[in-house]
């Protein structure tokens, strides 16, 4: 079982930086995981930020935060991290921390397809 617990979330200014952080425990050896940031806003639906294969660390990045947003892991591969840069009002959200055995070989942007997540962490961007 896949436990993963997220901090970093706060309240920072428009165009400031925040880094959030995903500590990840239970993977099974010699399995291929996908691990992602997800956010969801009051009112709207959770949306994918950006996933990454633990291991090789193949990103990928919704369009609203390519080029401000930096997934990546630690070096033990147990940490997750998300450094957003240039934020904007429009990223305040719940985030989340979310992993999927990808035995498919898909590593989505959807959150249906991840069944391990975090409690989320709180980011508020004002302007």
């Known amino acids: 079982q896949v436990r993963l617990v997220e901090s970093g979330g706060d309240s920072v200014q428009g165009g400031g930086s925040l880094r959030l952080s995903c500590a990840a425990s239970g993977f099974v050896t010699n399995r291929r995981y996908c691990m992602g940031w997800f956010r969801q806003a009051p009112g709207k639906e959770r949306e994918g930020v950006s996933t990454i294969w633990r291991g090789s660390g193949v990103a990928n990045y919704a369009d609203s935060v390519k080029g401000r947003f930096t997934i990546f892991q630690g070096n033990a591969k147990n940490t997750l991290y998300l450094q957003m840069n240039s934020t904007k009002p429009e990223d305040t959200a719940m985030y989340y921390c979310?992993?999927?055995?990808?035995?498919?070989?898909?590593?989505?942007?959807?959150?249906?397809?991840?069944?391990?997540w975090g409690q989320g962490t709180q980011v508020t961007v004002s302007s």
């Open positions: 979310a992993a999927r055995a990808a035995s498919d070989g898909s590593c989505p942007l959807s959150s249906v397809a991840f069944p391990y």
